[in-house]
């Protein structure tokens, strides 16, 4: 493989791995076994028929529970251990088409785990917006859509690696605008379910209310005052 085809698998695999892992192996290796592509020889394991049925199984639990409102963010909750080594894992394996050197390895990690983790936070911030809605067809929409773009960004890396690459680049600057005001939603929605169901009220609203306390007790006291000289 050329150094342009190896940066954009690279990219590829950790920020597929950060979406789902268990089709981006499964693809990679199907393709890898079946002589669509050639991979690099330290990814060459994941054409092993234990791996690929290890995915696939992995990959069809997943396919449901990733579509249940609620199990969906459990599910991705757990993840958060797995995709993003994962990433960094088989992004240094697909550096190794290189035959780079030791500090090259670690910067592939360090790339590897900080794409896959921003494919995942992306993916799961946008599933606990999408859960705040009662009905579970934008679930089953958004995970379709995963499931579709792991596969087509896994083909075009292979096959287009320059647009793969410059697709990467404008995600990155996507989630850089993105994530803040997810999170944000988030924590809006975090305040409202407090509200439902009697949690803690906000510090702002904790510090508004003693106002309002401490001024009722300076005009009872005025009105007291007024009282008595009379």
């Known amino acids: 493989m050329e150094t342009i085809d190896v940066i954009a698998l690279t ?6 791995s950060g979406i789902n892992l268990y089709a981006a192996i499964l693809v990679l290796g199907l393709m890898g076994a079946g002589g669509y592509t050639q ?14 049925m290890a995915a696939g199984i992995m990959y069809f639990v997943e396919f449901f529970a990733d579509k249940i409102p609620g199990v969906d963010t ?13 990433g960094a894992m088989l992004a240094v394996g697909a550096a190794q088409g290189l035959e780079i050197n030791q500090a090259a390895e670690l910067a592939a990690a360090l790339l ?10 992306t993916k799961a911030s946008t599933r606990v917006v999408l859960n705040a809605s009662p009905e579970p067809v934008t679930n089953w929409t958004a995970s379709f859509a995963e499931d579709l773009a792991v596969i087509g960004g896994l083909w075009t890396a292979l096959n287009y690696p320059i647009a793969f690459i410059a697709f990467i680049i404008l995600f990155v600057l996507l989630a850089i605008w993105l994530l803040p005001k997810l999170w944000r939603a988030i924590k809006s929605i975090i305040s409202t379910l407090r509200g439902w169901f009697g949690g803690r009220p906000d510090p702002a609203d904790e510090e508004s209310t003693s106002d309002g306390i401490i001024e009722n007790l300076i ?12």
């Open 74 to 86: 459990g599910w991705d909750a757990i993840h958060t251990f797995i995709r993003i080594p994962a």
């Open 112 to 121: 590897g785990g900080s794409l896959a983790a921003t494919s995942h936070l």
């Open 39 to 52: 991979l690099p020889e330290t990814l060459t394991v994941l054409q092993d028929p234990l791996v690929l």
């Open 11 to 16: 990219l590829g695999v950790a920020w597929a």
């Open 219 to 230: 005009e009872a006291k005025a009105e007291e005052k007024k009282l008595n000289d009379r």
